[in-house]
């Protein structure tokens, strides 16, 4: 076990995720891609869901004093859910407790609070539905 009072050593996100491939394929890390994208989709390609994704790299990335978490968004009133009829919003809507859809703007400054604070919180999905579930 690491003596907490010797600071982890620091390493680029590059391998961070180089290394965090290799664990989850078993793959020696120097056979993986190097570039930052090509690794993150090597392991959207090997990885079964966000959750796992999200606990892997925040065990990965915590000795270096960086924090991951995921944010699982409702209905966000956004242009995505401009195909949605009239009728079919308000079916919608009334099914989401707080009644209504979010705004964009709330999952900006959810997103720029867990950025800004927080550094003890890692490896969570925190949702951001209104109670919808």
């Known amino acids: 076990?690491?003596?907490?009072?010797?600071?982890?050593?620091?390493v680029s996100f590059e391998?961070?995720?180089?290394n965090l491939a290799a664990k989850l394929t078993g793959k020696p890390a120097a056979s993986l891609p190097r570039t930052?994208?090509?690794?993150?989709?090597?392991?959207?390609?090997?990885?079964?869901?966000?959750k796992?994704?999200?606990d892997a790299l925040a065990k990965e990335l915590a000795p270096s004093n960086?924090?991951?978490?995921?944010v699982a968004?409702?209905?966000?009133?956004?242009?995505?859910n401009a195909f949605l009829s009239e009728a079919d919003r308000i079916a919608l809507t009334e099914e989401?407790?707080?009644g209504r859809f979010g705004r964009p703007e709330e999952v900006a400054?959810?997103?720029?609070?867990?950025?800004?604070?927080?550094?003890?919180?890692?490896g969570q999905i925190i949702r951001l539905d209104g109670g919808w579930i």
């Open 1 to 10: 076990m690491r003596n907490i009072t010797t600071p982890a050593k620091a």
């Open 15 to 18: 391998d961070a995720l180089r």
């Open 36 to 50: 930052q994208e090509a690794v993150v989709q090597y392991i959207a390609d090997n990885i079964s869901s966000v």
């Open 52 to 54: 796992e994704l999200t």
């Open 66 to 70: 960086i924090q991951v978490n995921a």
């Open 73 to 80: 968004c409702g209905a966000i009133d956004t242009e995505m």
């Open 96 to 98: 989401i407790p707080s």
């Open 109 to 122: 400054e959810l997103v720029l609070d867990l950025a800004q604070k927080h550094s003890y919180l890692t």
